[in-house]
């Protein structure tokens, strides 16, 4: 069964897949570039959705284990460590260990605590990276070796890495979505719906609320990998608080426990940041009422625009 | 299959619950009643786990529960309903229970495959809701549900678990008489497979399904026995049921 969902997010994976073709034809390679970016804030903004829209946990603390991620890759990269799936291993062992640590502190509380502690840990991580002397402390550190992969340089520009990133977005967004639709899924969506009715159902939802985050953090990780893998830099501005509330705005803005939103709420922030700011200076001043408006008239995010009537189950 | 012993439960100097002890056989509906403030809500919690006795025990089918969580009895065989309808609104009337059923089929550590499909967990939540009356509303959103519709979808939940023992509270709450008068022939029907005790305002619902009625005051048992024993009983008419009863 092919439904609405399924079929916008095949035109969207079509059309990423069909961009480097066309954007040469156009004259506008620059652009791949921008597409990277939007689909790393993708993959990010879905694992965000995973615990916001699906599980109800509104953290505020989620790009730090973006740089997370990100710092892992680059240490594991000085290091003289460069095949991409060791350093994928190393980047999931490092975000879902401190996710499992902060995430059974953190879910002790709900609601705009639990933002609040999320806030917190992820300025902790925040401030442990601007520390990080050896690795380019507030500054940042700009890496002269990128990852391999089973020795090839394919996936360090161009088509290759933007094909790679591709890939993994692809993966996240199929990923996500079955998960949400799975058994432990379902369990998320009635803890987020009514905890006190799942626990009474017989679900010790802390535990599967725990697990949700650390997929999270673990997804956020990679696009950490990723944007190393792209900017060929890290800096701790990409773990601020600042980047977490982007995140949110994109999930929100997008469609909330969508199958497509995450998706649609991050490339359109990526691309009218660009397109404003190349034709405005203080392009923030349009940007911020649009903002408004689009939340105020399109109430379940840019998904509900593209199909307003077949709600999906979310 | 229901057996409490020596309950204590005081919130400071205020003592809410003060030596109860009741038990509910198979088969058996034991109804509580007692005026507002008489420990009722609190004896719930007790049971369901939310609260921790001071001192005493709660057994299910033998099983010693006093020291599980709130899910870990429901696991072990305790149901539940809430006095204030508690349903998941986002949900289908069918995933509701399906949910539900799922709790005590299989793991729910499942990250793949679509539980929707699940014809196991669906056929079991149909024939719940039928036997509840609501065989006609599966694919309604919860949320479209009538109160009375609530009420009931609340009971297929907790039956969807399977469970050895009903605790109902309220169950009657805010039901029109019609309403009541279905639930109560509802209830007549389940209780030969679910033991359950009954918490309940409505002194129509609690004389008709009763065997045994308990009147809690200020956190003690005052009285006891079969609902016509009970409605003589001085000390209980004193407390809650009125001169007029």
Redesign the interface.
Known sequence: MMDRGALIGGVIFALLLAMPVLLPIVGAEYLTGLLIKAMLLAIAAISLDLIIGHGGMVSLGHAAFIGVGAYATAIGLESGIEEILVLLAITLAVTGGLALVTGTLALRTSGVYFLMITLAFGQMIYFTLTSLAAYGGDDGLTLWSLATFFGSDIVQEGEGLYFFVFAALFLTWLGVW??S???????L??AR??P??????????AR?QL?AYVIAACIAGVSGLLLVQYAEFVSPSIAAWQRSGDLIVAVVLGGLGSRNGAILGAFFIVIMEEFLSSIFHEWRLIYGPLLVVLVLYAKGGLNDLLHPKSRE?? | MLAIEHLYKSFGALQVSKDISLSVATGQCHAVIGPNGAGKTTLIHQISGVLRQDSGRVLLGGQDVSHLSVWERVQAGLGRTFQITSVLPSFSVLENVATAVQAKTGSSLKFFARAADEAALNEKAQATLSRVGLGDRIDRPAADLSHGELRLLEIAIALAGSPKFLLLDEPMAGLGKTESAALIDLLNDLRSDFPMLLVEHDMDAVFQLADEVSVLVEGEIVARGTPSEVRENPQARAAYLGDGA
């Open positions: 079955r998960i639709q799975s058994r432990f899924g379902r369990v969506r009635a719906d009514n006190q009715r799942a626990e009474v159902m017989g679900y010790p939802i599967y697990i189950a979310s």
